[in-house]
T-cell receptor, first 115, second 113 residues
């Protein structure tokens, strides 16, 4: 069965500093991987996804993630944090239930950005 | 194009009361999902519907029922609410197939007293 582990339930960075949110997955088949962002009192919004092809994936708002099969990781990065990046971030992997697409989510990482 | 809409946005129930959460999507998606979100637990799948006419249990289905009314609408029913069902509920939809991302509604915040 697929699973996702997000290291660190809360990460704090200074404005302008590098953002690194960690995600490791387990999957018995080639995974499809997603990062979502959730701003306070809102639903989830897709940041980026990896399906096949290029392992470095660029998303919205300057975020990117790299799929590393050997490390079973899909870490999310942004070179320079902005105050507006403060939110909760979820990593997700596709689950294989008879060809359907329920996603398995990590428990989330709350990002705080300090001025 | 409203995407995924959910009603109501907020609801307070007493233990034992019933209610139905409504979800609709206008993106012609085949698959729809219901999740609950609790602090520190991430999102947990309650039920999903791969296509019109089918529904399947997810990780936490106990205490819930669903109906895929048509391709657009997927409702979640609590027959006898319990305080453990206090949560934020999200509906999502997607094209069929593992490559496709899910699109989420704004959520329903439910409190059971």
């Amino acid at each position: 069965a697929q699973s996702v582990t997000q290291l660190g339930s809360h990460v704090s960075v200074s404005e302008g500093a590098l953002v690194l949110l960690r995600c490791n997955y387990s999957s018995s088949v080639p995974p499809y991987l997603f990062w979502y962002v959730q701003y306070p009192n809102q639903g989830l919004q897709l940041l980026l996804k990896y399906t096949t092809g290029a392992t470095l994936v660029k998303g919205i708002n300057g975020f990117e993630a790299e799929f590393k099969k050997s490390e079973t990781s899909f870490h999310l990065t942004k070179p320079s944090a902005h105050m507006s990046d403060a939110a909760e971030y979820f990593c997700a992997v596709s689950a294989f239930y008879s060809g359907n697409t329920p996603l398995v989510f990590g428990k989330g990482t709350r990002l705080s950005v300090i001025a | 194009n409203a995407g995924v809409t959910q009603t109501p946005k907020f609801q307070v129930l007493k233990t034992g009361q019933s209610m139905t959460l409504q979800c609709a999507q206008d993106m012609n998606h085949n698959s729809m999902y219901w999740y609950r979100q609790d602090p520190g637990m991430g999102l947990r799948l309650i039920y999903y519907s791969a296509s019109e006419g089918t529904t399947d249990k997810g990780e936490v289905p106990n205490g819930y029922n669903v109906s895929r009314l048509n391709k657009r609408e997927f409702s979640l029913r609590l027959e006898s609410a319990a305080p453990s069902q206090t949560s934020v509920y999200f509906c999502a939809s997607s094209e069929a197939g593992q490559r496709y991302e899910q699109y989420f509604g704004p959520g329903t915040r439910l409190t059971v007293t």
